[in-house]
């Protein structure tokens, strides 16, 4: 089962934020020239990336009188592209707390300060009064905590009733074991990953409705091979891209995401719940 700390410690880069501005100035900008659309390369960390974000959101018909919860936030790529896009009010939760520092300083580069707000915190343990939230999502979260039904329990608490609750995790596809390293874990000992009928089954645990469910696994492939057409043109990777926060091990562990989507032992999934009321 995942420690809290060694996830924290899996994501933690030591100069994150310095890392990106360096990317930036490298594209001949300063940082606070920067919109939510070009931050997107590195801080929309899943699968698909802004175009996953995109595909996902646009099904929870979010609107600027929402509040929305993004659990495990990351850099908080998802939220900003909600408050910019529906102009719906975020906080975003996240356990490392790098990436929140980090997160924080980029929704003030782009003039969203007011309308986002990124916290360090646990998704097991959220810090808000139950009926908080008009809707929420996570956006590759699960891969990391064993526990989904606590999970769920948590996001269906802080959710009003009619609330959605969006789910784009990588899950278990089929048979074979997983080759680590991942962008999510080193090795085994800090990823929890499960197949689709662990979340369901979850999700109906804490009193959700399914209301809608949809394997991406042919997008990520067309994803992938979109990417490495990109990189086979250009002399490396990209001055701001999710190498930065992948870490020297990024072309390890984005090789042998591809491999294990490519082999059908994993794949991203969306799941699309109500709160009842």
């Known amino acids: 089962m995942p420690d809290g700390r060694d996830v924290a410690a899996h994501y933690t880069h030591g100069g994150l934020l310095a890392a990106i ?7 001949g900008r300063a940082p606070e ?10 801080d929309e960390f899943h699968i ?20 929305v919860l993004d659990i495990g936030c990351g850099l908080g790529g998802g939220a900003r592209f909600v408050a910019s896009r529906y102009g719906s009010r975020v906080t975003g939760i996240d356990l490392t707390a790098e990436f929140v520092a980090a997160g924080n300083a980029l929704c003030a580069w782009v003039g969203l300060a007011d309308r986002v707000t990124l916290d360090h915190g646990s998704a097991l343990d959220l810090p808000y009064a139950e009926d908080s939230f008009d809707a929420g999502y996570m956006l590759h ?6 526990d989904k039904a606590a999970l769920m329990a948590a996001a ?10 969006a789910v784009y995790d990588i899950m278990l596809n089929g048979a074979g074991d997983v ?25 109906d645990a804490a009193g959700f409705e399914i209301v809608a469910e949809r394997n991406r696994h042919d997008f ?58």
């Not at 080759?179 to 800090?190: E, K, Q, R, V, Y």
């Open 179 to 203: 080759t680590f390293p991942m962008p999510w874990a080193s090795d085994s000992g800090t990823s929890a990953l499960a197949p689709p009928d662990d979340y369901r089954l979850a999700l």
């Open 48 to 67: 698909g990336g802004r175009q996953a974000s995109e595909d996902l959101l646009s099904q929870l018909a979010l609107t600027d009188r929402h509040d």
């Open 220 to 277: 990520a492939l067309d994803f992938f091979d979109r990417l490495r057409a990109r990189l086979a043109v250009t002399a490396g990777p990209p001055p701001l891209g999710l190498h930065i926060v992948m870490g020297a091990d990024a072309a390890a562990k984005l090789g042998n995401m591809i491999d294990n989507v490519a082999a059908g032992r994993i794949a991203p999934v969306e799941l699309i719940a109500r709160k009842p009321g």
């Open 156 to 165: 269906h608490r802080v959710l009003r009733p009619g609330g959605v609750f």
């Open 33 to 42: 020239e920067m919109s939510v659309d070009d931050l997107g390369p590195v």
């Open 21 to 27: 501005e360096a990317g930036i100035a490298a594209l």
């Open 141 to 146: 979260v699960g891969m990391n905590i064993a």
